[in-house]
């Protein structure tokens, strides 16, 4: 089933039914267009006078109900105890989560406040007026500061899948095409060094997986970001986001022709991050030392689900320049991304010479 078949049944059997199991009747419903890639259908609901609210409808069979029980929970207790997250909607049932079967498919349907404020690309990357684009980054840091302080204090209800279970050798074999062997070996070897870290409870724990500026809003009043889609959130090393953090902040100096220039700002852009993270939890300075690796961890992640989303479509394994350039950057041992390396050009950024399959 793909998303416009769902789309059709959305419209002609579930919205009607998610209506009146959350009581949207009289809100104005519209479809989020899908991107590439998209598990769920993703509708905005407003009604003059009401908090506007964002319905999703998952449809593919890859979780388990145990897996989105696990999700909406996690985020009630991110909101309930502080955290800077769009809360889960409970239905007139009283439940975080509603299960719906049609013609023997089950889809699974979460409601969420609409988080306050827009998109930092949906404001073409301009800040708040008159305030530096420092605080900007120190509070990317101290919200993430807050989720991961807070983790360190979840007890989950229902499991929610580990990094482990879609990071191992057995399904990276599977899914990167034989004719990336030295890719392959790359992975495994990385994957070997990744389960020699420790698992404390300190460095271990529910992470986002995906913290960046298309999951979350920004108050353009008061500068507070609030996160949402935890769609893939595991339970992983507290440093993957981290790292994450660190190659969001590229984007800001990718043009820069000079390596030291773009050093010298990721120099003081990530350790005004950092600077915001440790403001909400503890972070130890051997800690720091694992940011080069797992950012060859969140490299990995891209690799993966570039080649999961071909895999889903139906189309054979490619790569393009971005998926090269990726893949060069882990066959070749380059660390941060290539960004500070002889691969990278500013003039185009994060792009190499596609490679056949």
Same mark, same amino acid.
């Given at each position: 089933?793909?998303?416009?078949?769902?789309?059709?049944?959305?419209?002609?059997?579930?919205?009607?039914?998610?209506?009146?199991?959350?009581?949207?009747?009289?809100?104005?419903?519209?479809?989020?267009?899908?991107?590439?890639?998209?598990?769920?259908?993703?509708?905005?609901?407003?009604?003059?006078?009401?908090?506007?609210?964002?319905?999703?409808?998952?449809?593919?069979?890859?979780?388990?109900?145990?897996?989105? *029980?696990?999700?909406?929970?996690?985020?009630?207790?991110?909101?309930?105890?502080?955290?800077?997250?769009?809360?889960?909607?409970?239905?007139?049932?009283?439940?975080?989560?509603?299960?719906?079967?049609?013609?023997?498919?089950?889809?699974?349907?979460?409601?969420?406040?609409?988080?306050?404020?827009?998109?930092?690309?949906?404001?073409?990357?301009?800040?708040?007026?008159?305030?530096?684009?420092?605080?900007?980054?120190?509070?990317?840091?101290?919200?993430?500061?807050?989720?991961?302080?807070?983790?360190?204090?979840?007890?989950?209800?229902?499991?929610?899948?580990?990094? !482990?279970?879609?990071?191992?050798?057995?399904?990276?074999?599977?899914?990167?095409?034989?004719?990336?062997?030295? *890719?392959?070996?790359?992975?495994?070897?990385?994957?070997?060094? *990744?389960?020699?870290?420790?698992?404390?409870?300190?460095?271990?724990?529910?992470?986002?997986?995906?913290?960046?500026?298309?999951?979350?809003?920004?108050?353009?009043? %008061?500068?507070?970001? %609030?996160?949402?889609?935890?769609?893939?959130?595991?339970?992983?090393?507290?440093?993957?986001?981290?790292?994450?953090?660190? %190659?969001?902040?590229?984007?800001?100096?990718?043009? !820069?022709?000079?390596?030291?220039?773009?050093?010298?700002?990721?120099?003081?852009?990530? &350790?005004?991050?950092?600077?915001?993270?440790?403001?909400?939890?503890?972070?130890?300075?051997?800690? *720091?030392?694992?940011?080069?690796?797992?950012?060859? &961890?969140?490299?990995?992640?891209?690799?993966?689900?570039?080649?999961?989303?071909?895999?889903?479509?139906?189309?054979?394994? &490619?790569?393009?320049?971005?998926?090269?350039?990726?893949?060069?950057?882990?066959?070749?041992?380059?660390?941060?991304?290539?960004?500070?390396?002889?691969?990278?050009?500013?003039?185009?950024?994060?792009?190499?010479?596609?490679?056949?399959?």
């Amino acid at each position: 089933m793909n998303h416009n078949e769902v789309v059709e049944i959305g419209n002609a059997y579930l919205l009607p039914l998610v209506s009146e199991l959350y009581g949207l009747e009289g809100c104005d419903i519209q479809l989020i267009p899908a991107h590439d890639g998209g598990r769920n259908i993703v509708y905005t609901c407003e009604k003059e006078g009401a908090k506007a609210l964002i319905l999703r409808i998952a449809f593919l069979p890859d979780r388990s109900r145990e897996d989105f *029980l696990g999700e909406v929970e996690y985020i009630r207790y991110l909101y309930e105890h502080g955290g800077s997250v769009s809360d889960v909607v409970s239905s007139r049932n009283g439940n975080l989560l509603e299960e719906i079967t049609h013609n023997n498919h089950t889809f699974f349907v979460c409601l969420f406040e609409k988080a306050r404020g827009t998109r930092l690309a949906d404001n073409h990357y301009r800040y708040r007026d008159g305030v530096p684009i420092t605080e900007y980054y120190y509070n990317c840091g101290k919200t993430l500061g807050k989720l991961h302080h807070l983790s360190k204090g979840y007890a989950s209800a229902h499991s929610r899948h580990r990094f !482990e279970d879609k990071y191992n050798a057995e399904s990276i074999d599977t899914l990167i095409p034989d004719s990336l062997p030295l *890719l392959k070996k790359k992975l495994f070897e990385l994957l070997t060094t *990744l389960e020699q870290l420790d698992k404390n409870r300190e460095s271990f724990g529910m992470v986002h997986f995906d913290y960046n500026d298309g999951n979350y809003s920004i108050d353009y009043n %008061t500068g507070q970001i %609030t996160v949402y889609d935890f769609d893939n959130a595991c339970y992983c090393w507290y440093m993957f986001d981290l790292a994450g953090l660190w %190659t969001q902040g590229v984007g800001w100096i990718q043009f !820069e022709p000079d390596a030291g220039k773009r050093k010298a700002f990721m120099d003081d852009y990530f &350790a005004t991050v950092l600077a915001g993270y440790r403001s909400e939890t503890e972070l130890e300075d051997s800690m *720091l030392d694992q940011v080069p690796l797992f950012i060859q &961890a969140n490299i990995m992640e891209n690799i993966v689900d570039a080649f999961e989303v071909m895999r889903n479509n139906g189309e054979e394994p &490619a790569c393009d320049e971005e998926l090269s350039y990726l893949i060069k950057c882990l066959e070749d041992d380059i660390p941060y991304k290539g960004f500070l390396h002889d691969i990278y050009s500013c003039e185009e950024p994060f792009a190499y010479e596609v490679r056949d399959l």
